[in-house]
């Protein structure tokens, strides 16, 4: 029998153990994750209002639940536990699925003021990921600018819209829920550097804004014209034309007086945080102008749009894990084919998949080929794996390095225990939010 570790049990993680146990009927998969809880940003990044996409769940599950895969919650590895050198003696090979933990920064003055945020940060909030420490992102915040043209832009400014009785039938934890409901943003600018024809948003994202209750949308037609691939946007591929076409049609629309106002900007790139008080107050931007080259330039022209609070979007970042090789300028583990890389040469028994392998590109679906890709290799070099002696079973010498893996029961306690918490709330499901709940969730099934 080949025993594999995967560490992290999102999407890649999930359909890298898929790969291998359909593949190759000898192969025993342990899925490792640092969490208690499984499904990566499909648990902690997927909006709370996008059930469809949440529901992806039901078939993460479906391998979790696979005789052959097994769940390890609550295992750390690296920095604080087991390094990836011991991880490596316990199996025949290990796969690391650890995504893209940080975002990346702007880089400008003001930053770092109370009332700047990424993105990742309030996300992480309203998703009840348990590092969350994070509050206040609304208190006292009557106007938001959200940088960045992504789809997580779309998310969070949708999350700033949404009144309480939308959310509500969410899963979204309670706290974040009750302030949201007390909210007094009235106005979100979505704000991007490019132009239209360059938003990395998907028009189905893009679409919902314009669906929201006692919200309007506003988009600026001399704006957007300053794309000439707005202007005439035949030549674009079909996902772009399409967000052209939305916007159009919100830039021709009447104003509607609506409580809630959207505001679209383009070709504008923060260039400072101005303080109010000690505090975010406003944000300094530079007109920018196509460049010819499908970047921009700067104008040497501003404009300041007030905002109390500020969430940059503009992108994910993977981090080094100690005992890993890690190339700082892309973010990722050197591979190929999946194949970690440690001084250019193949590191025997050690892979990689997911957003640490090709960086925080693509969309859920991404992962399928990618994982494929590192099972192929894997499947490949098992001439050279199956000779190393490994224990029959790795969880006795976890529990020796002082771990408690939370297994799949522990995780169906937490379940369990979201669904009686929504119960007593008068809701459905609630997200337990901190750590402290979550274990006591998962120990009480072994007691």
Same mark, same amino acid.
């Given at each position: ?32 994750d640092r969490l208690p809880c499984p499904y990566g940003l499909v ?28 769940? /390890? ?173 939305? /916007? ?7 104003? +509607? ?100 392998? +090709? ?22 070099? /098992?001439?050279? /794996? ?62």
């Open positions: 029998m080949l025993h594999i570790a995967v560490v992290g049990s999102g999407p890649s993680g999930v359909y890298t153990a898929q790969g291998l146990v359909q593949q190759d009927p000898q192969v025993r998969v342990d899925v490792l648990r902690y990044g997927v909006a709370p209002d996008h059930e469809k996409i949440k529901s992806l769940q039901n078939n993460l599950r479906t391998v979790m639940e696979h005789e052959r895969v097994r769940f /390890l919650g609550g295992v750390q590895v690296g920095a604080g536990g087991i390094p990836p050198a011991q991880l490596r003696e316990l199996y025949h090979a290990v796969v690391y699925c650890i995504g893209a933990a940080t975002d990346r920064h702007l880089g400008i003055p003001g930053e770092e003021l109370p009332g700047s945020w990424s993105a990742t940060d309030f996300v992480s909030w309203y998703s009840a990921h348990p590092d969350s420490v994070a509050d206040g992102f609304v208190l006292g915040a009557r106007t938001a600018v959200v940088i960045g043209v992504g789809n997580v832009a779309v998310d969070v400014t949708r999350m700033l819209a949404r009144g309480v009785a939308e959310l509500s039938p969410t899963d979204m934890p309670q706290a974040a829920l009750a302030a949201l409901g007390d909210s007094k943003v009235a106005e979100v600018h979505m704000v991007g550097r490019r132009g239209p024809s360059q938003a990395r948003f998907t028009t189905k994202e893009l679409r919902e804004l314009g669906s929201l209750p006692d919200t309007e949308v506003v988009v600026d037609e001399a704006e957007l014209a300053i794309d000439p691939a707005y202007v005439d946007p035949t030549e674009l591929p079909a996902a772009q034309r399409r967000n052209v076409e939305v /916007l159009r049609g919100w830039a021709a629309a009447p104003p +509607r007086g609506a409580p809630r106002r959207i505001r679209l900007r383009f070709f504008l790139r923060p260039v400072e945080l101005l303080a109010d008080g000690g505090r975010v107050g406003a944000v300094r931007f530079e007109r920018t102008a196509p460049d010819g080259h499908g970047g921009v330039t700067g104008s040497g022209r501003y404009e300041d749009i007030e905002a109390q609070l500020v969430l940059r979007s503009v992108g994910y970042r993977g981090v080094p894990l100690e005992g890993l090789p890690f190339e700082t300028a892309t973010g990722t583990v050197p591979h190929r084919a999946g194949r970690v890389l440690r001084d250019g040469a193949v590191s025997p028994g050690e892979y990689v998949a997911g957003w640490i392998k +090709r960086g925080p590109t693509g969309v859920i679906g991404t992962n399928r080929p990618c994982a494929k890709e590192t099972v192929t290799s894997l499947l490949e070099d /098992l001439p050279g /794996l199956i000779g190393r002696e490994v224990p029959e079973d790795a969880l006795p010498a976890l529990k020796a390095q002082g771990l408690a893996p939370v297994e799949w029961t522990g995780w169906l306690a937490i379940e369990r225990a979201e669904a009686e918490l929504g119960a007593s709330l008068g809701r459905s499901v609630v997200k337990l939010p901190d750590w402290q709940s979550l274990m006591a969730a998962a120990r009480a099934d072994a007691r």
